[in-house]
Nanobody, 115 residues
Framework: QVQLVESGGGSVQPGGSLTLSCATSGFTITQYDINWFRQAPGKEREWVAT???????TYTPSVQDRFFTSRDNAKDTAYLQMNTLKPDGTTVYFC?????????WGQGTLVTVSS
């Protein structure tokens, strides 16, 4: 059974950093893309970054050069390192994977950036 569990959210001041984790199970992490999304209250969920199965990375332009996604294959865990965070208020970050045509989401982790 595919499962994703995010952690690492919290409160941080503008300009600060946080690293989110996405612990996975039920599939081979090196064979699938792990996607990161975020959703602010009242807004649509938006794609942030992807760590592909073949080890490439892609980012939405607004986080390019500030966010970095990585993967620890031994721990079956993906990470999203977020630097120079902007005062966006409260946002929920999700990790996502599509396995055999089925979309799977974690429960999300809350990130608050404010002074």
């Amino acid at each position: 059974q595919v499962q994703l569990v995010e952690s690492g959210g919290g409160s941080v001041q503008p300009g600060g950093s946080l690293t989110l984790s996405c612990a996975t199970s039920g599939f081979t992490i090196t064979q699938y893309d792990i996607n990161w999304f975020r959703q602010a209250p009242g807004k649509e969920r938006e794609w942030v970054a992807t760590k592909s199965g073949w080890d490439g990375t892609t980012y939405t332009p607004s986080v390019q050069d500030r966010f970095f996604t990585s993967r620890d294959n031994a721990k079956d865990t993906a990470y999203l390192q977020m630097n120079t965070l902007k005062p966006d208020g409260t946002t929920v970050y999700f990790c996502n994977v599509i396995v055999r045509g089925q979309n799977y989401w974690g429960q999300g982790t809350l990130v608050t950036v404010s002074s």
